[in-house]
């Protein structure tokens, strides 16, 4: 791992070298977080994964001015970019169906979504993160990372550099909050 961070900062630094050696690393991560975030979709949903990782890859390789510090920010921006083209595609999708045949999933219930047949609704969930950013940020950027980014407790303390403890009441007054507003909203 502290390869890949010296990787991510020569790359910050324009070495183009350092680019070619980190992209098959971190095109494997992308593809790992694309598999985790499409498993939990509903079964005719039509967004591939390869379509996700290349998506998110080319966002990623446009950004330029960001001063990459180490493997978690890299991570913390994946995460962010994998949620916006998520929100994206599903907008594009909701236009067609208006709500249609969508199964609004709890964000409690969406952790185990992998293994039911229904998904969260990433709109639903979106809509209701933001809210939560105007009233903490914190707790909806630990939703972010944890959701979005398929970071685990450690990781996303690391990232956002608090304890490990605090991560973890985060996270749960997070999933109360947002299941509270999500039922609202339905």
């Not at 180490?70 to 962010?80: E, G, L, T």
């Not at 219930?109 to 639903?124: C, I």
């Not at 996303?156 to 909203?185: C, H």
């Amino acid at each position: 791992m502290n390869e890949l961070t010296e990787l991510l900062i020569d790359w910050s630094r324009g070495d183009k070298e350092a680019l070619e050696r980190l992209m098959p690393v971190v095109y494997q991560e992308l593809h790992r977080l694309a598999q985790f975030h499409l498993r939990r979709e509903r079964d005719n949903h039509t967004l591939q994964t390869t379509a996700l990782v290349h998506e998110a890859y080319l966002r990623l390789i446009d950004q330029t001015q960001v001063e990459w510090k180490n493997r978690a920010h890299f991570f913390a921006i994946s995460a962010q970019m994998m949620r916006r083209i998520m929100v994206d595609y599903a907008r594009a999708r909701a236009y067609e169906k208006r709500g249609g045949d969508a199964v609004r999933v709890s964000l409690h219930q969406a952790e185990f979504v992998a293994d039911e047949k229904h998904a969260p609704d990433v709109l639903a969930l979106d809509e209701a993160l933001k809210e939560l950013e105007k009233f903490d940020s914190r707790k909806a950027c630990v939703v972010e990372l944890r959701f979005f980014g398929g970071l685990g407790v450690e990781e996303t303390a690391e990232v956002l550099q608090v304890s490990v403890g605090t991560i973890i009441r985060d996270w749960n007054f997070a999933k109360a909050w947002l299941y509270n507003e999500m039922r609202i909203a339905e």
